[in-house]
């Protein structure tokens, strides 16, 4: 009789899968990562980044850039959307950085959010649904407090405005049309809306990495005049984003000088 066959037996574990695809998915080898990273979705921060330390990009024939400076502080460029958010999240686990910083942009949804104001997420609504496959829907999608204290420092160092509040993540890239859309993401009253900080927020909490998120409002998508263009895109870049990535570098670079651990509690 045929013995039947394990489903479980010899399957690599998650922490073999990781160390063997970050290379992969990045060109980097593990001992280039550093103890800090910051993600974006952007690959002209990644030449900013290199540009600015003088140091070389890997990964540009793969589906992920990186960088990393001689202080140890790592850049990556992981794609757009929640998948590629988990997928980075998960991967990190073979590095287990000290701190993780998503650099990213999002719609601004409220009066008091205009193109080119910074907001430093309190939370973020799982709507994108990639969450639900870590932790159940309960469990809310939350920052590193200590991480947003850096980040927030850093803002106010440089006398900039910034709001806070919840974000809400979906998958979803092409909604300004459908007005049923529309009105349910008014109900609940999100400062914002983007495509990665939920799933950010919870697989790092899933995997034990502290993590946080600095996003730049780059368009007001309820507005009619308010869409995200290509031209406008072009604008906010221009006029932000050189901004936006010295903010992600101060802090986390001010994190690792001073050595502070950023968890309060053990998991």
Not at 35 to 57: G, H, K, Q, S, W
Request: hydrophobic content about 35%; proline content about 7%; some cysteine.
């Amino acid at each position: 009789m045929d013995t039947p066959l394990d489903p479980q037996a010899d399957l690599p574990t998650k922490e073999a899968l990781a160390r063997d695809w970050l290379p992969r998915y990045t060109g980097m080898s593990l001992s280039e990562f550093g103890d800090y990273v910051l993600l974006t979705n952007f690959r002209d921060y990644v030449n900013r980044f290199a540009e600015r330390f003088d140091c070389p990009i890997r990964g540009i024939d793969r589906p992920m850039q990186a960088a990393t400076n001689s202080e140890g502080l790592t850049l990556i460029n992981f794609g757009i959307g929640s998948p590629n958010a988990a997928t980075i999240m998960d991967l990190l686990t073979a590095r287990r950085p000290n701190a993780v910083l998503f650099l990213g942009k999002c719609g601004g949804l409220k009066h008091s959010t205009e193109i080119g104001h910074f907001i430093l997420p309190i939370g973020a609504i799982r709507g994108e649904g990639t969450s639900d496959d870590y932790l159940p829907p309960a469990v809310p999608a939350l920052p590193s407090f200590k991480l947003h204290k850096f980040v927030s420092d850093k803002l106010l160092e440089r006398k900039l405005d910034y709001r806070t509040g919840v974000i809400y993540t979906t998958n979803r890239r092409v909604w300004e049309h459908d007005p049923a859309f529309r009105e349910r993401l008014k109900s609940y009253t999100p400062i914002g809306i983007d495509m990665e900080t939920a799933t950010l927020f919870i697989v790092g909490h899933s995997n034990q990495i502290a993590r946080g998120a600095l996003l730049l409002v780059s368009d007001v998508p309820t507005s009619p005049d308010g869409i995200k263009t290509s031209a406008s895109d072009a604008a906010v870049t221009r006029d932000w984003s050189h901004i936006h990535l010295e903010l992600g570098i101060d802090a986390l670079t001010d994190l690792e000088d001073k050595g502070e651990p950023i968890k309060h509690f053990t998991y």
